[in-house]
């Protein structure tokens, strides 16, 4: 059973910093690409960023420069550290872990994600 638990969501100012976590559980974790999606309150669900099991990576240009995803195998273990926050990033956030191999991350959709986790949320406050 895949299981997928987030954490270190919370409340900060905007220019301020938030790292969230994602600990996965039953399969070999490091051969799959994973990703952070996020939903804002209206809003349709969007890719956040995406990691490879070659660590390599592509960001929504909305995160770009402010945003790093990264992956620890060791620890089975998904990390999105949050720079610049802004308050149009609060959102919950979500990490997904994908079983297709694509040569370029770009091409991942959201619907090539068969597991989720619960999601945590980020509030950045003006």
């Known amino acids: 059973q895949v299981h997928l638990v987030e954490s270190g969501g919370g409340s900060v100012q905007a220019g301020g910093s938030l790292r969230v976590s994602c600990q996965v559980f039953?399969?070999?974790?490091?051969?799959?690409?994973m990703g952070w999606f996020r939903q804002a309150p209206g809003k349709e669900r969007e890719a956040v960023a995406v990691?490879?099991?070659?660590?390599?990576?592509t960001y929504a240009d909305s995160v770009k420069g402010r945003f790093t995803i990264s992956r620890d195998n060791s620890k089975d273990t998904l990390y999105l550290q949050m720079n610049s926050l802004k308050p149009e990033d609060t959102a919950m956030y979500y990490c997904?872990?994908?079983?297709?191999?694509?040569?370029?991350?770009?091409?991942?959709?959201?619907?090539?994600?068969?597991?989720w986790g619960q999601g945590t949320q980020v509030t950045v406050s003006s």
């Open positions: 990691i490879d099991s070659d660590d390599r990576t």
């Open positions: 997904a872990a994908s079983v297709f191999d694509y040569s370029d991350p770009a091409n991942y959709r959201e619907y090539d994600f068969s597991y």
């Open positions: 039953g399969y070999t974790y490091s051969t799959y690409c």
